[in-house]
């Protein structure tokens, strides 16, 4: 199976942000004949602080990505929250991404169902693979009929995540996408300060690592000054960074 990868800044900060990051995926996707996402959240609900920078929300949140799928003809991937956000961000992306945390919520699985489109959904850290069985039921029961699941690690104490990559095969079983993120599981949650942590170096080698498992996708968060990023900016990939590890997959 051709792998798939996803690639975007972690928040929509802006136009500008967002084109300078769509025109290099775009470059890659063209260069490499890649079948390449480009994802970024309107809304990010799940910060750890009450201060800490959300996004643009759900109505100019789909409108700036529907602007760059017009203008670079990248398909899309965004994540949802909630199950009135699920028909909306329909209309404008082709996958909708579930949350690790909500990866057991029914009625948002059933919303994302019901747009027809492929549902992306993360692995929660509290769980298994082998889990993952019971939130593709979800999705196809509702009639969904492309269901990928995304590895993202464990808890492994506080703070910390550890990834079993034994996790991708066993996922393999009930789906032939299993993606690997390899951005969020060198985060380090929580452990900045009131803000997550993480460590970008180690991401081309757990893309490489879940590669030899056996994994089908790759999902990077790249920005092209991470440090400066308004989220998750410690483990996001250095735009520049990007097409080497992607030459290190194919």
């Known amino acids: 199976m051709k792998p798939v990868f996803i690639a975007g800044p972690c928040v929509i900060?802006?136009?500008?942000?967002?084109?300078?990051?769509?025109?290099?995926?775009k470059r890659l996707k063209d260069l490499y004949k890649l079948d390449i996402y480009f994802k970024a959240s309107f809304?990010?609900?799940?910060?750890?602080?009450?201060t800490s920078f959300r996004g643009p929300g759900l109505k100019k949140g789909l409108q700036m990505l529907g602007d760059i799928k017009?203008?670079?003809?990248?398909?899309?991937?965004t994540d949802i929250h909630e199950s009135a956000q699920a028909a909306p961000a329909g209309e404008v992306v082709d996958v909708l991404q579930i949350p690790a945390f909500l990866c057991r919520q029914t009625d948002l699985l059933v919303a994302a169902a019901y747009t027809g489109r492929v549902v992306n959904i993360k692995k929660a850290q509290f769980l298994s693979g082998v889990d993952m069985q019971y939130p593709v039921e979800k999705v196809h029961d509702a009639g969904g009929q492309e269901v990928w699941l995304t590895?993202?690690?464990?808890?492994?104490?506080?703070?910390n995540l550890a990834v079993d990559f034994r996790n991708i095969p066993d996922m393999l079983r009930f789906t032939p996408r299993v993606?690997?993120?390899?951005?969020?599981?060198?985060?380090?949650?929580g452990a900045a300060g009131g803000k997550t942590g993480g460590n970008r170096e180690?991401?081309?080698?757990?893309?490489?690592?879940?590669?030899?498992?056996?994994?089908?996708?790759y999902f990077f968060e790249t920005h092209p000054d991470p440090d400066n990023a308004l989220s998750d900016g410690p483990n996001m990939l250095y735009l520049n960074d990007l097409e080497s590890v992607i030459k290190s997959l194919i």
Not at 43 to 50: H, L
Not at 179 to 189: G, K, L, Y
């Open 13 to 25: 900060e802006s136009m500008d942000c967002l084109r300078e990051v769509a025109r290099e995926v």
């Open 43 to 50: 809304d990010k609900a799940n910060r750890t602080s009450i």
């Open 70 to 77: 017009e203008e670079f003809g990248l398909p899309l991937l």
């Open 151 to 159: 590895e993202r690690g464990n808890v492994y104490g506080y703070n």
């Open 179 to 189: 993606v690997m993120d390899c951005t969020h599981s060198v985060q380090r949650p």
């Open 202 to 217: 180690y991401v081309p080698m757990m893309a490489l690592a879940a590669k030899a498992f056996g994994a089908t996708g």
